[in-house]
């Protein structure tokens, strides 16, 4: 009797596996070719770019070299530095306060609910642009708001985003207040899912109000708290408008973050390929922190 | 065989009249100017859209088988929206942004012109606008401004602080100020105006952000950013070193200049000025269309009127004013045809009919007999203009090296030395040895 080799049997059940189900692979199609065009490639094309000293006038192969010359290069160090910092900033004190809001809002009823939730979530249909803009007259060093108030408080003004010490906790500090609307509205809808006869067992049983929130409430939300973290932490990691626009990386590199020197190295010096190398070591890095992410705070909840 | 004959004729006919009708179309990108086209109501602020929309139409009037598409592209964004034309070969046939990238002559992107520059037009042109296209023999720029936007070429004074403080500003446009009579003069302009016992009205103010103003300064000690050959950056020098000194006294020991440079930029210090905050503005004639439009659009509650004035210069020495000039640049064309289209496009926006446009703006014009004709209606305007023009013509130079200097991979070392300077976190000596040797680092990298 003849053999049919495993191989091709393997890749005729695959075949056959793909005709069966065509009809999912069509409705997925559209998305896949969008994804592959807009994502894949580009990602692709910048790993190849990334191994050239290219300008859009010329490029030459050099293998490693964008990537040891950014790794021996101490302003990208330093914005690698300052981008863990702000992301690191931001990211717990914003999902702190989204879950703040989130459990101090949930007894209310559902209209009042709905309003704090829809306040808390302006910020995030406003543009950046225009929050920045905003929040540059509050630190403006002379006639800002802030330094009114400190003023009208017998304190000395502060140059808020002049300093190398002040700026970057006050980009964060104004990220923080504007942020977390949209992980409010999901921790929300996830709070509302939990049975409600878990606080009230608990309750009966004689827990504090701390004792809940820390072993039914968080350990129930850690799904989308996780989920928060990591598109917190992608989006944050790749801050850019609020830098360009109030700091322009300054006062000395102190606020530069991996994006603004990307910009800068792609668009204003024409380097595409060490932005190519910035940009793969920034993926690396955001891949990475997801799978710790994950690692750490995965788990399968039940109700 | 005849019907073949036949066929083909008339697919000739039709094909022909196809031919005929086939328009040029031209490219045409251009950053935001706000200039005032014939006809346009005289009440009205024109938007940025209102020129080129009525340059197109012109020309396409003038020339019905071009079609121009022409597209505003902002100040802030032109730079990366080119490099990602040029990376894709989609860049414009014909392009004016706020500066012009001397490589993209290097990598044989742009047309020279010189074939289509007339004996009239190099005579007509000032030298220095023709220069700011000059590379390696060859002319790429249709001049069409002179550099009147620059906040480093000229001094705005607001004559009425100057009055109630007593100072001859007549004096200062006249002859000029040196560095001590600067601070004197910083001095009775600056006051507590609301008698809290806090200085609230300054005489000047700075922004590390803004960095031609702060050069005019520093240049006018002597300073030079780099060597004559252009290989190194050489801005630590004894005079860079005083002149930045001098800077951060006005703030630290003067107290003449507010606080927060080193937060502050170029619209801080516009904005400082137009709210009277402090006396001393920076800018040419376009600094004062700037209020006007302001005014118009309702920015800025109250118009007034500042006279142009000189940087000051230090005893014995010339002072120093950023002179610059730019105009349209023309991309590498295929076809021949439309070569000869595009040259015209951009001949017809820099003749002399619609170079004399730029009036509208308070700007003055890459040409001498337009500029000989401007504001002969204004007393006020043609007294600032010719101030203007003196004070080029005296202190004007190039602060940045020739075309092929790379300015701009430099550029943020330089912010950032300044605002270590003003923050007070590095000395004048600390930032500028900084600054110079990560400028040598960059250009040793870039060439």
Redesign the interface.
């Known amino acids: 009797m003849k053999q049919i080799p495993t191989k091709s049997l393997k890749k005729k059940n695959v075949l056959k596996e793909i005709w069966k189900n065509r009809s999912g692979y069509f409705f997925v199609l559209p998305h896949f070719a969008l994804f592959a065009v807009f994502f894949l490639v580009p990602v692709g094309w910048g790993m190849y770019l990334s191994m050239f000293r290219h300008?859009?006038?010329?490029q030459t192969f050099i293998w490693f070299d964008n990537y040891k010359?950014i790794l021996s290069d101490w302003l990208f160090l330093k914005t690698l530095k300052n981008t863990f910092v702000y992301t690191f900033g931001v990211v717990p004190l914003w999902l702190g306060k989204a879950l703040l809001v989130t459990v101090l809002i949930y007894p209310f009823r559902k209209s009042i609910r709905t309003f704090f939730k829809a306040a808390f979530y302006l910020p995030h249909v406003t543009s950046s642009v225009i929050i920045s803009m905003i929040w540059l007259w509050v630190?403006?060093?002379?006639?800002g708001l802030l330094n009114y108030l400190m003023t009208l408080l017998g304190l000395d003004?502060v140059?808020?985003?002049?300093?190398?010490l002040t700026?970057m906790p006050s980009l964060i500090i104004m990220q923080v207040i504007m942020g977390g609307g949209s992980t409010i509205v999901l921790l929300s809808a996830a709070m509302a899912s939990i049975p409600e006869y878990y606080f009230e067992a608990a309750t009966l049983e004689g827990a504090s109000s701390w004792a809940i929130f820390r072993k039914i409430t968080v350990p129930l939300l850690k799904p989308t708290i996780l989920y928060a973290l990591v598109m917190g932490t992608i989006a944050n990691f790749q801050t850019f408008s609020n830098i360009y626009i109030m700091?322009?990386?300054?006062?000395?590199?102190s606020t530069t973050t991996i994006a603004y020197l990307i910009?800068?190295t792609?668009?204003?010096?024409?380097n595409?390929g060490l932005a190519s190398a910035m940009s793969m070591v920034m993926f690396v890095i955001l891949v990475v922190l997801g799978v710790i992410q994950f690692k750490w705070l995965g788990s399968n909840v039940e109700y | 065989m005849k019907r073949l004959t036949v066929i083909l004729f008339v697919l000739l006919m039709l094909v022909i009249p196809i031919g005929a009708m086939a328009k040029t179309t031209i490219t045409w990108w251009i950053n935001p100017w706000r200039i005032t086209p014939p006809g346009f109501p005289a009440d009205k602020a024109a938007t940025e859209e209102d020129f080129p929309k009525w340059a197109a139409e012109e020309f396409m009037r003038l020339n019905p088988d071009v079609e121009i598409k022409y597209v505003v592209v902002g100040n802030t964004e032109y730079?990366?929206k080119m490099?990602a034309a040029?990376?894709t070969g989609t860049q414009p046939d014909i392009f004016k942004g706020p500066v012009w990238?001397n490589?993209?002559v290097?990598?044989g992107?742009l047309e020279p012109i010189d074939d289509y520059l007339s004996q009239e037009d190099i005579e007509d042109f000032y030298e220095l606008a023709l220069e700011s296209g000059y590379v390696d023999g060859k002319h790429y720029i249709w001049p069409w401004n002179l550099g009147t936007n620059g906040m480093g070429t000229s001094m705005l004074l607001y004559t009425p602080d100057f009055e109630k403080a007593g100072i001859d500003w007549k004096k200062i446009v006249e002859e000029g100020w040196t560095m001590e009579e600067f601070v004197e003069i910083a001095k009775k302009l600056t006051w507590d105006s609301d008698g809290d016992g806090k200085t609230d009205h300054y005489a000047i103010s700075f922004g590390?952000?803004d960095t031609h103003n702060l050069m005019s300064f520093i240049y006018a000690f002597g300073a030079e950013l780099i060597k004559e050959d252009e290989t190194k950056v050489v801005f630590n020098s004894q005079e860079a070193i005083d002149g930045l000194k001098f800077l951060v006294d006005l703030v630290e020991v003067h107290g003449v200049v507010?606080?927060?440079?080193?937060?502050?930029?170029v619209y801080?210090v516009i904005g400082?000025f137009h709210s009277h905050?402090t006396s001393i503005g920076f800018g040419g004639p376009y600094e004062i269309g700037r209020i006007t439009r302001y005014v118009l659009s309702g920015q800025l509650a109250e118009q007034f009127y500042p006279v142009i004035a000189p940087f000051p210069h230090v005893e014995g020495k010339k002072g120093a004013s950023y002179a610059s000039a730019s105009g349209f640049v023309v991309f590498k064309q295929k076809d021949p045809v439309k070569k000869e289209k595009v040259m015209e496009f951009a001949k017809f926006l820099t003749n002399r009919e619609n170079t004399a446009l730029l009036e509208s703006l308070l700007y003055l014009t890459a040409r001498k007999s337009v500029n000989a004709q401007l504001f002969k209606s204004d007393e006020y305007l043609n007294d600032q203009t010719q101030t203007f023009a003196r004070i080029m013509d005296e202190t004007g130079m190039e602060f940045f090296g020739s075309q092929s200097f790379p300015w701009?991979?430099i550029s943020?070392f330089f912010?950032?030395a300044m605002?270590?300077a003003?923050?007070l976190?590095k000395t004048p000596k600390e930032a500028l040895d900084g600054f110079v040797t990560e400028a040598n680092r960059a250009l040793a990298?870039y060439y």
């Not at chain 1, 300008?55 to 010329?58: I, K, L, Q, T």
């Not at chain 2, 507010?258 to 930029?265: I, L, Q, S, T």
């Open positions: 300008n859009v006038f010329s010359r630190f403006n060093p002379n006639f003004p140059i808020w985003l002049g300093r190398s700026a700091t322009s990386g300054g006062p000395e590199f910009y800068e792609a668009f204003e010096n024409y595409l | 730079a990366q490099a040029i990376a990238d490589r993209w290097g990598a992107l590390a952000q507010p606080k927060g440079v080193e937060a502050m930029g801080d400082n905050r701009s991979e943020k912010t950032s605002q270590g003003f923050g976190t990298y």
